[in-house]
Nanobody, 125 residues
């Protein structure tokens, strides 16, 4: 079973940048495709981005495409979310998640098996 811990959240001004990191432990990192999700107050959790175990494939929500980049460093057991041109509507708790199935990248939170505790990102206007 893999444990996930996010970091890098905080307060940032609109149009600014922020990088989130999620460190995995307790299992072989390359056994998992990884995803980022977010949940804004009063809203359901939504998909942000996903990356395959070998970095060959990436998948983004339309709302973040061209602004966010997902990457991973398998030597460091870490997945990143680089966010640029942040908007107030990006304010949310951001979660990383691990998917044991490596067949395809998923945007459905129910397809992910393990979750971190989340990190708050607040974008001020």
């Amino acid at each position: 079973q893999v444990q996930l811990k996010e970091s890098g959240g905080g307060l940032v001004q609109a149009e600014g940048s922020q990088r989130l990191a999620c460190v995995a432990s307790g299992a072989t990192f390359t056994s998992y495709n990884m995803g980022w999700f977010r949940q804004a107050p009063g809203k359901e959790r939504e998909f942000v981005a996903a990356i395959s175990w070998n970095t060959a494939n990436r998948y983004y929500a339309d709302s973040v495409k061209d602004r966010f980049t997902i990457s991973r460093d398998n030597a460091k057991n870490t997945v990143y979310l680089q966010m640029h041109s942040l908007k107030p509507e990006d304010t949310a708790v951001y979660y990383c998640a691990a998917d044991r199935s490596k067949w395809s990248l998923k945007n459905d939170e129910h397809e992910y098996d393990y979750w971190g505790q989340g990190t708050q990102v607040t974008v001020s206007s």
